[in-house]
């Protein structure tokens, strides 16, 4: 019997001929592990969740719960038999039953587990109290969500399927739901999958994360390796987390790696891909890659700046038309307009030099 809380091993989802992805190996080790599936809108994440839950035909492949197979080509477990709670993205509530009685049909599955809150304690956690006698009809998608959501959890499954749970949540109140989710989740030990499009919400949720595109699976791993070490350009350009330049390699036999780039100069760190020397290269640079220095002699001309809150993003041009862009605090001392120079501090050392 297999260690694992699941398994889905070797395996084809498809709902049409254009939702379809194909040879799929997820494990997640440990009861109580939340796992995030982050890909773009069509990309057939929802696909993935329906199948798990039994509502569709897995196409190859088998997919394991708890040691037992769930669905295989030729097995498909009844829906009502594997103790697995799915939250949709679109409502989903029943319309005859208001609020508090759709969160509490989730009570009559709980089969025997424990679970300390009760649906007062969700109405009042997922802000829920003042529409408790409203029907679904008469809610916003938003808060439909958030009942969902409350049924899902007090039916406390064994594997909680979560399809784009904040999608229609706004800004200021999503951030607050995610931490609670979150706690509950690790208190009651509940293994869940969660489907999103937003890496900032997979990164901060997921112990593990899968990023899915073009019909297959690309990388599955920490979130912080899928950040800083992201396996393809694919990947990395999917994450919009920065661009790619042309380098060459200088330097590979020691613990800190050399690379030349015709007007940035060298660029030290620790190469995550080796290469030999006098290799060209293209090396993604993100915007925290990069140091802001004012007195620095390496200048290059600002053609874009945005403001986020709590720090600027300046998008720089070299003499070869390379656009890069480079994170400065919002406190920094000045700003800079378009057309100015902006110095960047030299040598450049960045800790993981991603390069394909």
Request: contains cysteine; charged residues 25%; neutral net charge.
């Amino acid at each position: 019997m297999s260690s694992n809380f699941l398994e889905i091993n070797n395996a084809t989802f498809i709902a049409s001929k254009k939702n379809k992805v194909s040879n799929v190996s997820i494990k997640i080790e440990n009861q109580g592990e939340i796992v995030c599936l982050l890909g773009p809108s069509g990309v057939g994440k929802t696909t993935i969740l329906r199948t798990i839950a039994g509502l569709q035909n897995l196409q190859s492949g088998e997919i394991k719960l708890k040691g037992k197979i769930i669905s295989s080509d030729n097995y498909n477990l009844e829906p009502e038999k594997r103790n697995i709670a799915m939250c949709f993205q679109d409502n989903s509530l029943f319309p005859h039953y208001n609020v508090i009685e759709n969160i509490n049909i989730g009570s009559k599955r709980r089969n025997g587990s424990k679970f300390s809150y009760t649906d007062i304690d969700l109405l009042k956690l997922l802000y829920l109290e003042d529409i408790k006698e409203k029907f679904p009809h008469q809610i916003s998608a938003g808060e439909a969500q958030r009942v969902s959501l409350a049924r899902s959890l007090l039916s406390r499954p064994d594997l909680l399927l979560l399809d784009e749970p904040f999608a229609n949540i706004d800004t200021s109140l999503k951030e607050d739901l995610q931490k609670k989710i979150k706690h509950i989740l690790k208190e009651f030990n509940i293994t869940t999958i969660i489907v999103t499009h937003d890496s900032f919400e997979a990164f901060f949720l997921g112990d593990k994360c899968g990023i899915l595109l073009n019909q297959s699976l690309k990388q599955y791993d920490k979130p912080y390796n899928v950040h800083h070490e992201p396996n393809s350009i694919e990947v990395a350009k999917f994450l919009n987390r920065g661009v790619f330049v042309n380098v060459e390699v200088v330097s590979n036999d020691c613990a800190v790696h050399s690379l030349k780039h015709p007007i940035l100069g060298e660029i030290k760190g620790k190469l995550v891909n080796n290469f030999p020397i006098g290799s060209s290269v293209k090396l993604l640079l993100q915007p925290e890659d990069l140091i802001h220095d004012d007195q620095s002699e390496l200048k290059l001309e600002v053609i874009d700046r945005k403001f986020r809150g709590t720090n600027f993003i300046y998008t720089l041009k070299t003499r070869n038309d390379e656009q890069i862009p480079v994170f400065v605090h919002s406190h920094h001392i000045h700003q800079h307009e378009k057309a100015e120079k902006f110095g960047i501090k030299s040598p450049i050392f960045i800790d993981h030099l991603v390069c394909f």
